[in-house]
């Protein structure tokens, strides 16, 4: 039976609690790489809200993780590694390795990492109406939560004011949508954060600035790098689906083809519905492959599941089949794939949901689907090679008017905060990563914006999802671009910090 267990990167975290209803959102952990499990710390002063006209009056209780294990006092740095879109549990603790061990190492830094709003135990009301997320399920609440917690933490530690020795400068650090939160820190918060450090930050994106194609075409393309064949063989096993559609019921399909459950949700109620939620389920899967697959060699998960998929003794029911049973790999031997376990929390929960990516599963899977259904909407279409269905605003609306009554706003933070047009604002010192293998590089950052205003892209041809923040030490399993990429950014953090003290 396949296993995603046989996975030989040494970047698993959390892998032995695998199970299908967190594949998406572990998958993207993978990417993220090994991380460091910690003891949870509690900030019980955040502010619900932050834009009340009293911010104290009401407050709860946010889990964060922090390492002064490298700290050398006031006058060095912090690194504010922000949380996104998942609980951080203690197993995972601290995310990057690459911060917390090397670069804390190597500039005495403190590192702090908080769970954002929503997720996990940081949960700003219980039992939120959809008025309370409209109110207060928002980045930048997420961002005033990070800004608020490293104030306290500069206080704690006695750290002084801007200018005199004692002062300690806070670099901003994420990758994926806490990439984005970390440019997003920089650009608001100038005040409060010196310098920021955005790994595959979906900028372009959430400025509506990326064709719906590139996604996937990109995925596909990646695929095809793996393993010669897999793209075409991916289009044609999806083709071989939906025509099996023509002839039968999806009932018929689903429990004499396909080792599907008879649980269907009950929202499937027809063979378009069918195909089209079983295609999500293939295509979402695909692209947690591609962010994963790093390095690009003939040990990863895309690689062996594109090499069943190009199996020519195998039928477009057994390919499936396959990435269903790698889906399922904590169940018995057999069991049926349910399609139920690739469901969000919530009511009116369905498997296409505000991200075509895949939002995830459980509360997590619920509050990313909330999300991306107000402002932090992407445009991602399914393109032919995963079997072609056009994303439009029109579906995202009637989906997150079903699921939470409201309507997505693509253009309201880039238009407010001014990153359809960055030069145009007055960002500075941020440095912007990208692997080129990964798919959320089309919407990313990808080339030197500014010298003279140190907005500063390196691209990592071999890379994947934020890739660079996947290992503690640059080693022989990281490609010599990502060991290249450590050496520069750690040279361009230290000319930062230098610059920051002499201000």
């Known amino acids: 039976k396949p296993s995603l267990h046989s996975y030989t990167r040494n970047n698993t975290q959390r892998m032995s609690t695998l199970s299908p209803l967190s594949f998406f959102f572990l998958i993207v952990l993978l990417a993220v790489g090994q991380s460091t499990p910690t003891d949870p710390s509690y900030y019980q002063a955040q502010a619900v809200n932050h834009f009340s006209s009293d911010p104290s009056s009401t407050t709860y209780t946010q889990r964060f993780y922090e390492s002064s294990k490298y700290f050398s006092g006031p006058g060095h740095p912090i690194f504010l590694v922000m949380g996104g879109e998942g609980a951080i549990e203690p197993s995972t603790g601290l ?3 690459f911060i917390n061990e090397v670069l804390a190492s190597k500039f005495g830094a403190y590192v702090i990492q908080p769970e954002h709003r929503f997720y996990g135990e940081s949960i700003p009301v219980v039992n939120a109406t959809n008025d309370d997320l409209q109110l207060l399920m928002t980045p ?3 961002l005033h939560d990070a800004v608020a917690l490293v104030n306290s933490l ?20 994420g990758g994926s949508y806490p990439g984005f939160l970390s440019f997003s820190m920089r650009l608001l918060f100038p005040q409060h954060i ?3 450090y955005a790994a595959s930050a979906p900028v372009k994106f959430y400025a509506q600035q990326v064709d719906g194609q590139e996604y996937y075409d990109l995925i596909a393309k990646s695929a095809e790098r793996s393993l010669s064949g897999c793209a075409k063989s991916i289009q044609s096993a999806l083709s071989d689906f939906k025509a099996s559609l023509a002839e039968q019921t999806y009932q018929e399909v689903a429990s004499g083809l396909l080792n599907i459950c008879p649980s269907i949700p009950s929202y499937i109620d027809d063979n378009e519905k069918f195909y089209h939620e079983v ?15 790093y390095p690009p060699n003939d040990e990863t998960e895309l690689y062996e599941v594109c ?28 069991a049926c794939f349910d399609l139920q376990s690739q469901l969000p929390a919530g009511d009116k929960g369905t498997i296409s949901s505000g991200d075509w990516s895949g939002v995830g599963t459980g509360p997590d899977g619920k509050m990313w689907d909330y999300q991306t259904c107000s402002l932090l909407v992407e445009r991602i279409d399914i393109t032919e090679t995963f079997g072609d269905r056009k994303w439009t605003l029109d579906w995202l609306k009637n989906h997150c008017q079903e699921r939470f009554e409201i309507s997505p706003s693509p253009s309201l933070l880039a238009s407010t905060w001014g990153f359809d047009d960055i030069l145009s604002t007055t960002l500075s010192r941020t440095l912007f990563t990208n692997g080129l293998n990964d798919g959320w590089s089309v919407g990313s950052i990808t080339e030197t914006l500014s010298e003279e ?14 890739s660079d923040l996947s290992h503690s030490d640059p080693g022989p399993n990281d490609t010599e671009d990502i060991q290249e990429g450590h050496e520069k950014i750690a040279a361009l953090i230290g000319e ?8």
């Not at 069943?308 to 390919?319: E, F, I, V, Y």
């Not at 930062?496 to 201000?503: S, T």
Request: with cysteine.
């Open 496 to 503: 930062w910090l230098i610059e920051i003290m002499e201000e």
């Open 95 to 97: 995310f990057y390795p």
């Open 453 to 466: 205003r140190q907005l500063i892209a390196m691209n990592f041809p071999n890379g994947a999802h934020h």
């Open 194 to 196: 010196d310098a920021s």
């Open 279 to 293: 295609q999500m389920v293939i295509a979402y899967t695909f692209a947690g492959l591609n962010m994963a697959n």
């Open 140 to 142: 930048e609440q997420a």
């Open 154 to 173: 500069r206080d704690t530690l006695g750290c002084t004011a801007k200018g005199t020795p004692t002062y300690c400068p806070v670099i901003s650090v």
């Open 307 to 334: 090499e069943s998929w190009t199996d020519p003794d195998s039928d477009w029911a057994a390919k499936l089949n396959f990435l269903f049973e790698t889906l399922n790999e904590d169940e018995d031997e057999g």
